[in-house]
């Protein structure tokens, strides 16, 4: 097998394994435990309380889970939701806005190491000296999904909001990048 296909197979596995074995799950799990506490404070049948619905086959009672099968139910139940396209939008860049919006978040994550290595691998996607300048440079990009999401809805009104939004998002990736420089100093400044 030739390196460059070995190292897009190793690329593709560390791909498939973090976003799916460990990012989903945990953002399934923190939104479950976030929706316990709201249950408990508001007092009302949330995940606190929720079992396996043993009701809907003719038993007498269902079996006490605690909520943890929750996020497979809220899994479910967005694969299950109609997709709903208004008349009136340019469809195009109604179903691109999204993607446009999402895809930056994916790609700053090729950069970030979520450890050292595993069985001899370096446990990052993309192993780059510039990972904070690939970052910023990625994330702006989400900038143009917000635009194309108002220009989208063919009115005025949205696409101004959406305008608006990105002017927000452009001046707090400028403030961003403006307070990384002194910990650039510093870094320079002990290496010498």
Not at 113 to 135: C, E, K, Q, R
Not at 159 to 175: A, H, T, V
Request: aromatic share 10%.
């Amino acid at each position: 097998m030739s390196p460059i296909l070995t190292t897009i197979l190793i690329s593709l596995a560390k791909i498939v394994g973090l976003i799916f074995i460990i990012i989903l799950p945990m953002v399934s799990y923190t939104v479950y435990a976030e929706r316990r506490v709201s249950a408990m404070i508001q007092d009302r049948l949330g995940p606190n309380r929720v079992g396996i619905p043993m009701t809907l086959l003719g038993f007498s009672k269902d079996i006490p889970f605690f909520g943890l099968l929750q996020p497979i139910a809220d899994a479910v139940k967005l694969l299950l939701k109609e997709d709903f396209t208004p008349a009136h939008v340019n469809k195009l860049y109604f179903w691109l806005a999204p993607a446009c919006a999402m895809a930056p978040s994916m790609m700053a994550l090729a950069v970030i190491p979520f450890g050292s290595t595993f069985l001899g691998v370096p446990m990052v996607i993309a192993d780059v000296n510039v990972g904070v300048l690939w970052v910023f440079a990625v994330s702006s990009l989400g900038v143009y999904g917000i635009v194309l999401a108002g220009w989208s809805s063919n009115s005025k009104y949205s696409f101004l909001g959406g305008i608006r939004s990105s002017s927000q998002m452009i001046s707090y990736e400028l403030s961003v990048g403006l307070s990384v420089i002194p910990i650039f100093m510093v870094c320079r400044i002990c290496r010498r």
